[in-house]
């Protein structure tokens, strides 16, 4: 059965930090590209960073470049999103999706169901 399971998430105050996982099962895992979606009520979904093992790249949005860091643990199918700085407008769902080979790939095969980060004031 095909997982990914997100955690990590809860209530900070802003300038805080979070660390989300993202834990992949039942595909190769090495042969997709992960990517850190988040929605906001109201807003549409926004591709927030993305690893790719198979091509050895990394990609941020504007709106996190230099405040996120995604990274790769292959040993345990994982993928984190260290968040710092958190601002009051990164409050959201956090969701991570899986697509085959690289960052600009589609279809996303695997979706997680979510966590919430909300910052507060």
């Known amino acids: 059965e095909v997982q990914l399971v997100e955690s990590g998430g809860g209530l900070v105050q802003a300038g805080g930090s979070l660390r989300l996982s993202c834990a992949a099962s039942g595909f190769t895992f090495d042969d997709y590209a992960i990517t850190w979606f988040r929605q906001a009520p109201g807003k549409e979904r926004e591709g927030v960073s993305c690893?790719?093992?198979?091509?050895?790249?990394?990609y941020y949005a504007n709106s996190v470049k230099g405040r996120f860091t995604i990274s790769s643990d292959n040993a345990k199918n994982t993928v984190y999103l260290q968040m710092n700085s958190l601002k009051l407008e990164d409050t959201a769902v956090y969701y991570c999706a899986a697509a085959y080979y690289s960052c600009s790939s589609s279809p996303y095969d695997y979706w997680g169901q979510g966590t919430q980060v909300t910052v507060s004031s």
């Open positions: 690893i790719s093992s198979s091509t050895d790249s990394t």
